[in-house]
C-alpha cells in the first residue's frame, strides 16, 4: 500500500486504521495470500505480521495524517477519558477527577505540553512537526478530501467507520466552553490553532480550514493535487528511530 498514515489520537484515527487495514485486507486477498484478519484495527497489523511478512518499507510512499478543530479534540478527549473513572489513568491528573470541563484544562495548561498523554497533546507535538514533512495532513471536518485523496491512490477506498472513542464533541461545545475554558485552549493549543489554521472562533468549530495542509501551506478546498509517492517519509524515519532509542531507555 503506497501510504503511510501517522496516528493522531481523537482525529478519526480508529475508523482511518479500520479503512487502511481493510484496504489492506484486500489487497493481499486480491494477490492470493491468506492471513488471520483481526477486527479491532488497534491491534497489531496482523496482515503484515501474524503472517511472517515483512514489515513494508518507508521509502516512496506518501506521508498522511489527520488533525481535527482543538476545541472539539480536547473535549473529545475529556469525554471519553478522563469523564467518570477514567481520569485515574492520566498521570497529569495525579490521580485527581477535576470538577468539570474548565478544572480540567486549567490542570492541562500546568503541565508541560510534551509531557501531556497524547490524546491531550497538542497535535503538532504527536505529528513530530516540524521535522517530520507530511505530504497531507487532512481535516477530521472534511472526510471527503481524505476519501478521494486514498481512492486515487488505492484505486478503491471506502471509509470503514469504527469510532466507539466518538462523544459527538461539535455538539457539546456550547455547553461546556465558559470563557475562562475557551482562553485556557486557547493557551494550551495556540501552535495548533496557528499551524493548522482553525478557527478561534468556537461557533466555526465544525469548519475545515480547506482540503489538507501540505508543505506549501493549506490547500483550499477544490484545489486539491492528486498526492504521489514522496521522499517525504525520509523524515519519518529519523523520528522513528528516536523514538525507538527513548522506548529502549537508551537516551
Not at 511472517?52 to 521509502?59: A, H, I, N, P, S
Request: with cysteine; charged share 25%.
Amino acid at each position: 500500500m503506497p501510504v503511510v498514515y501517522v496516528s493522531n489520537p481523537k482525529c478519526g484515527c480508529s475508523t482511518v486504521k479500520n479503512s487502511l487495514k481493510q484496504a489492506q485486507a484486500a489487497h493481499f486477498r486480491r494477490r492470493g495470500i491468506r492471513f488471520e484478519h483481526l477486527p479491532d484495527p488497534h491491534l497489531a497489523d496482523d496482515c503484515l505480521r501474524r503472517r511472517g511478512l515483512d514489515r513494508v518499507d518507508l521509502d516512496g510512499r506518501v506521508l498522511i495524517s489527520c488533525a481535527r478543530n482543538p476545541y472539539a479534540r480536547v473535549l473529545s478527549a475529556y469525554l471519553d477519558k478522563v469523564v467518570g473513572d477514567g481520569y485515574a489513568n492520566y498521570r497529569e491528573l495525579q490521580g485527581r477527577k477535576p470538577a468539570n470541563f474548565e478544572d480540567f484544562l486549567e490542570t492541562l495548561h500546568r503541565t508541560p505540553p510534551a509531557m501531556l498523554d497524547p490524546h491531550f497533546c497538542p497535535q503538532h507535538i504527536n505529528l513530530g512537526l516540524p521535522g517530520v514533512t507530511y505530504d497531507a495532513i487532512f481535516y477530521l471536518e472534511n472526510g471527503a478530501a481524505l476519501q478521494g485523496a486514498l481512492e486515487a491512490l488505492l484505486g478503491s477506498f471506502d471509509f470503514a467507520p469504527f469510532a466507539p472513542h466518538s462523544r459527538s464533541a461539535v455538539q457539546k461545545v456550547t455547553t461546556h466552553y465558559t470563557p475562562r475554558a475557551i482562553e485556557l485552549a486557547w493557551r494550551i493549543y495556540a501552535q495548533d490553532f496557528d499551524y493548522f489554521g482553525y478557527s478561534r472562533d468556537t461557533a466555526r468549530v465544525a469548519e475545515a480550514p480547506g482540503a489538507y495542509r501540505s508543505t506549501q501551506g493549506i490547500v483550499p478546498l477544490k484545489d486539491e493535487a492528486q498526492l504521489a509517492p514522496s521522499e517525504r517519509t525520509a523524515s519519518l524515519k529519523g523520528a522513528i528511530r528516536y523514538q525507538s532509542l527513548i522506548e529502549r531507555r537508551l537516551i
